[in-house]
């Protein structure tokens, strides 16, 4: 058989991802300037940034890119665009050639019956391919070489590869920090595809142990987004999700950190009977190990006990998460959805005070919260700053208290405001006397609060 038709035979079984193409994107920093190594998302916009501003409406009608797409070509589900958007991709990514990328033609890949190609996205089963051209041989012969490695590693799964799930999981729970839901949900979401497939592929008892371990952690990484973005619906899905997988993988630590995730959900649904219900169990099935999703879900207990008005729960809950706290490793005081440190416990123990209307309590506890927290954890800061502001009201400077929150929205860029934070920011304006809410400062507030017409799009969508 000819090499390439050896190559067209293991590439019908299984198109392998664009490792090169993933790489490439995760060289660059992210334009947000968090640090963080670019989105799909971010490549998507740069891509069509690129197209849109040419002079030339053919170049401008393929500027329509989105994270899926690039997840799709990533996971190899497409390999050759049109010479437009490789242009665009090399210029974004400072690529000099399209093989740098992993961008090349194949041939005889999709049946007769096969849907067409997405827009820009070339045919593949008719364009020639000549084994005399060095660059297309090249990438001929590395489509071979990765197709034998899945023949070698069927059924099992190197340590190595194992290992790069892992860090894969960590590396996103650092990124909930700082990086805005609806960019983290897209890199989750292609993550998440790419290990279905693995958990499919792989059968060996070790591996899928662990690979299930990891699911459990995506999943409950994909509640927390889903919280974050007031999404009830979805949180509320990728929850079940979450536990099956938790319960395979058969890990206390792991099963009381997806309860954790699970009871913030149901507590900024507004189910506060659930949510400490949830909360103590998680506490429960980890009694005798200090860990990060006991001491998240004392805490979260003892907002929703406050979120009720009852003290004693409260205090009780934050001791209990104090004593968690004091007890963790410090591999375990990190900055991320697997962590748990003074300034998340301070952010948490001010708004279960805000709650009780203790406002000393609460103040004392937001001054050491923002002291702590870090400028790019958007989240908790800016949940504890509103926070602050209902304690303001509480105390009656209510004009004071709306400049203060109308600054700290302001302070956000757009996708960062999305769920959650402005909920809150509607709570406090429903708290106000109706008086008040007519005043000027409540006007500017809400009118912030108010979602653009590309949120109205998204939302309808």
């Given at each position: 058989?000819?090499?390439?038709?050896?190559?067209?035979?293991?590439?019908?079984?299984?198109?392998?991802?664009?490792?090169?193409?993933?790489?490439?994107?995760?060289?660059?920093?992210?334009?947000?300037?968090?640090?963080?190594p670019m989105s799909r998302q971010e490549l998507a916009d740069g891509v069509n940034a690129y197209l849109a501003s040419k002079d030339d409406e053919r170049y401008q009608r393929e500027a329509t890119l989105d994270a899926n797409h690039i997840g799709k070509l990533e996971r190899g589900e497409h390999r050759w665009l049109n010479d437009m958007r490789r242009e665009a991709f090399r210029h974004v990514?400072?690529?000099?050639?399209?093989?740098?990328?992993?961008?090349?033609?194949?041939?005889?890949?999709?049946?007769?019956?096969?849907?067409?190609?997405?827009?820009?996205?070339?045919?593949?089963?008719?364009?020639?391919?000549?084994?005399?051209?060095?660059?297309?041989?090249?990438?001929?012969?590395?489509?071979?070489?990765?197709?034998?490695?899945?023949?070698?590693?069927?059924?099992?799964?190197?340590?190595?590869?194992?290992?790069?799930?892992?860090?894969?999981?960590?590396?996103?729970?650092?990124?909930?920090?700082?990086?805005?839901?609806?960019?983290?949900?897209?890199?989750?979401?292609?993550?998440?595809?790419?290990?279905?497939?693995?958990?499919?592929?792989?059968?060996?008892?070790?591996?899928?142990?662990?690979?299930?371990?990891?699911?459990?952690?995506?999943?409950?990484?994909?509640?927390?987004?889903?919280?974050?973005?007031?999404?009830?619906?979805?949180?509320?899905?990728?929850?079940?999700?979450?536990?099956?997988?938790?319960?395979?993988?058969?890990?206390?630590?792991?099963?009381?950190?997806?309860?954790?995730?699970?009871?913030?959900?149901?507590?900024?649904?507004?189910?506060?009977?659930?949510?400490?219900?949830?909360?103590?169990?998680?506490?429960?099935?980890?009694?005798?190990?200090?860990?990060?999703?006991?001491?998240?879900?004392?805490?979260?207990?003892?907002?929703?006990?406050?979120?009720?008005?009852?003290?004693?729960?409260?205090?009780?809950?934050?001791?209990?998460?104090?004593?968690?706290?004091?007890?963790?490793?410090?591999?375990?005081?990190?900055?991320?959805?697997?962590?748990?440190?003074?300034?998340?416990?301070?952010?948490?123990?001010?708004?279960?005070?805000?709650?009780?209307?203790?406002?000393?309590?609460?103040?004392?506890?937001?001054?050491?919260?923002?002291?702590?927290?870090?400028?790019?954890?958007?989240?908790?800061?800016?949940?504890?700053?509103?926070?602050?502001?209902?304690?303001?009201?509480?105390?009656?400077?209510?004009?004071?208290?709306?400049?203060?929150?109308?600054?700290?929205?302001?302070?956000?860029?757009?996708?960062?405001?999305?769920?959650?934070?402005?909920?809150?920011?509607?709570?406090?304006?429903?708290?106000?006397?109706?008086?008040?809410?007519?005043?000027?400062?409540?006007?500017?507030?809400?009118?912030?609060?108010?979602?653009?017409?590309?949120?109205?799009?998204?939302?309808?969508?």
């Open positions: 058989m000819s090499l390439v038709g050896e190559v067209e035979r293991v590439s019908e079984r299984r198109k392998p991802p664009n490792h090169l193409l993933r790489e490439a994107r995760r060289r660059l920093p992210s334009p947000s300037g968090s640090g963080r990514l400072k690529a000099a050639t399209d093989a740098e990328l992993g961008f090349y033609i194949t041939r005889g890949l999709r049946p007769a019956s096969a849907e067409p190609p997405e827009p820009g996205v070339a045919s593949q089963s008719c364009v020639s391919v000549t084994a005399t051209d060095p660059a297309t041989l090249k990438l001929q012969v590395e489509l071979l070489r990765e197709g034998l490695n899945d023949a070698l590693s069927e059924g099992t799964m190197a340590e190595a590869s194992l290992d790069d799930w892992e860090r894969t999981v960590i590396r996103h729970g650092r990124a909930t920090r700082d990086r805005p839901a609806g960019v983290l949900l897209d890199d989750l979401s292609a993550d998440l595809a790419e290990l279905k497939r693995a958990l499919h592929r792989h059968r060996s008892a070790s591996a899928l142990r662990r690979l299930t371990r990891v699911a459990a952690h995506m999943s409950g990484l994909m509640c927390l987004t889903f919280c974050k973005l007031d999404d009830r619906q979805a949180f509320r899905r990728w929850a079940g999700t979450a536990r099956l997988a938790a319960d395979e993988a058969g890990d206390s630590v792991t099963h009381s950190w997806i309860l954790a995730q699970q009871a913030y959900g149901h507590y900024y649904s507004g189910d506060l009977d659930e949510a400490a219900e949830v909360a103590r169990h998680a506490q429960a099935v980890v009694r005798r190990t200090p860990c990060v999703g006991a001491a998240l879900a004392a805490a979260l207990e003892a907002r929703a006990h406050a979120a009720m008005g009852s003290h004693q729960d409260t205090r009780e809950a934050l001791g209990r998460a104090e004593d968690i706290l004091s007890h963790l490793g410090a591999d375990a005081l990190i900055p991320s959805a697997f962590g748990y440190n003074e300034a998340q416990l301070r952010f948490h123990a001010g708004n279960a005070y805000t709650h009780l209307g203790d406002v000393k309590a609460a103040l004392r506890e937001q001054d050491r919260a923002l002291e702590l927290c870090m400028p790019s954890d958007y989240t908790d800061w800016a949940m504890t700053r509103l926070d602050r502001a209902t304690c303001l009201i509480h105390d009656g400077v209510i004009n004071d208290a709306l400049a203060y929150a109308t600054e700290t929205m302001t302070s956000l860029i757009e996708p960062q405001r999305q769920g959650i934070i402005t909920l809150r920011g509607h709570e406090i304006l429903s708290a106000l006397p109706k008086a008040q809410q007519a005043l000027p400062a409540a006007r500017e507030l809400r009118e912030l609060l108010m979602p653009t017409p590309k949120e109205k799009e998204v939302e309808g969508a």
